[in-house]
């Protein structure tokens, strides 16, 4: 009897072992799989880390480069498209240039929809539908201000455009002048057709009713011209041709004109104090011709 239960005891002792074996063999197992799940999943979180913290250097390497751009920098990594999509700038199909070496597709002046933005009793002004509220919304901000704006130009055709040059050559031509002299001097004051930024309904002719005359720059003295210099770009208009830029516009200082190239861009071009076609050139979007490369008119 004692021996009896003293073999069964062993035996119970020899399968408690093997079962103990079993134990450890499944518990090493579980360890190492565990550890190398474990440590994989540590691989992961620290992917993920680095790349949530790679877009957040992202972010703030491009807030930064938008505020720098802002801050009246004008250097060629300003360039303001690499930064921020095109499709999420307001208004950028306004960005384009019109001027000699620029001028609009034939049918342009004719493709666009305008839309009435002004009154003066006796004419209407038209100006690009698109655009059309932003103008008068900025009169109306104006008037609150006790400022009257007033448009004495605004979308022209360039049928009408035409009208006007020849008209302008037949009056020189009927003064004494040849045909060639004619042209050359008209050129001076009035813009091929197509070659107009009032042909793409873009750009109003801006006084008020305190003065106008486009014989002189006397707008430049008034409550207007100080108004406007301050507020147009909130509604996404530049001075066009500004003192001191007429050799790269190849037009006179106009204090009257006023170009719509959206409030994103129209803030830009104020800040970094230089003119369209300068503008242009500072982004890389002209050739060596001064032809528009990129931001181009369809
Ligand atoms: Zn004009």
Redesign the pocket.
């Known amino acids: 009897m004692e021996q009896r239960k003293k073999r069964r005891k062993k035996k119970i002792s020899k399968q408690a072992l093997i079962l103990r074996w079993i134990m450890i063999l499944v518990l090493i197992l579980l360890i190492f799989f565990g550890i190398k799940k474990i440590a994989s999943a540590f691989s992961r979180v620290d992917e993920s880390t680095a790349v949530t913290s790679a877009s957040t250097l992202d972010t703030s390497q491009q807030t930064s480069d938008i505020s720098v751009n802002t801050a009246a920098d004008t250097t060629e990594d300003s360039m303001t498209e690499s930064i921020i999509p095109e499709e999420d700038i307001d208004n950028a199909w306004a960005m384009f240039l019109v001027n000699n070496q620029n001028p609009l597709p034939d049918d342009y002046d004719k493709r666009i929809s305008v839309k009435k933005v002004y009154s003066n009793g006796e004419r209407d002004f038209e100006f690009d539908e698109r655009a059309a509220d932003y103008l008068i919304d900025m009169f109306e901000a104006a008037k609150k201000d006790g400022i009257n704006l007033t448009v004495n ?1 605004s979308y022209r055709t360039i049928e009408y455009q035409q009208y006007n040059f020849d008209r302008s050559v037949q009056q020189r031509v009927n003064n004494g002048m040849s045909y060639e002299e004619a042209v050359l001097d008209t050129e001076k004051e009035v813009a091929y057709p197509g070659k107009s ?2 042909n793409a309904g873009l ?1 109003a ?1 801006i006084f008020s009713d305190e003065y106008v005359s486009f014989d002189d720059d006397g707008f430049k003295n008034t409550k207007a011209y100080a108004w406007l210099m301050e507020n147009a770009a909130d509604y996404g208009f530049i001075l066009r041709y500004p003192e001191g830029k007429e050799a790269e516009t190849g037009i006179i200082y ?1 204090p ?2 006023y170009r719509f190239v959206g409030v994103y861009y129209a803030h830009k071009v104020q800040d970094s104090g230089l003119c369209l076609e300068e503008f242009f050139e500072e982004n890389g979007w002209l050739d060596e011709n001064g032809t528009a490369v990129k931001m181009t008119v369809e």
């Open positions: 130009s930024e009032h750009s002719d106009e009257w004109h």
